[in-house]
């Protein structure tokens, strides 16, 4: 599985952006996508996670009313729409997907297999 992230960029507190990730390869039997994020010095941690058939969702207590997952079969594609952003919300952010991980591990980044570029949010005050 490939992933292409996009969508990042500079915006002002309080703002809105709509990141994606495209999946191409052998995507028919993923089993989540989930979204990541690092900042400078700091671990990638779990910002939101989407059951690729389904479409359950799962949410970081830090983004949870702010941010939405979504994702459309037909293109490949999952969404993250960053709404209200914070300046600590500063960070690149990276798509993931994995064919075998269960719902227990979905907020550890260690358990998925496939990794987009990741897109740079910058969140100025």
């Known amino acids: 599985v490939q992933l292409q992230a996009s969508g990042g960029g500079l915006v002002q507190a309080g703002t809105s952006l709509r990141l994606s990730c495209v999946a191409s390869?052998?995507?028919?039997?993923?089993?989540?996508m989930g979204w990541f994020r690092q900042a400078p010095g700091k671990d990638r941690e779990f910002v939101a996670a989407?059951?690729?058939?389904?479409?359950?969702?799962y949410y970081a207590d830090t983004v949870k009313g702010r941010f939405t997952i979504s994702r459309d079969k037909v293109k490949n594609t999952v969404y993250l729409q960053v709404n209200s952003l914070k300046v600590e919300d500063t960070a690149g952010y990276y798509c993931?997907?994995?064919?075998?991980?269960?719902?227990?591990?979905?907020?550890?980044?260690?358990?998925?297999?496939?990794w987009g570029q990741g897109t740079q949010v910058t969140v100025s005050s």
């Open positions: 390869g052998s995507t028919s039997n993923m089993r989540y």
């Open positions: 993931a997907a994995d064919h075998g991980v269960i719902l227990s591990s979905i907020r550890d980044p260690r358990a998925y297999d496939y």
């Open positions: 989407i059951n690729w058939s389904g479409g359950s969702t």
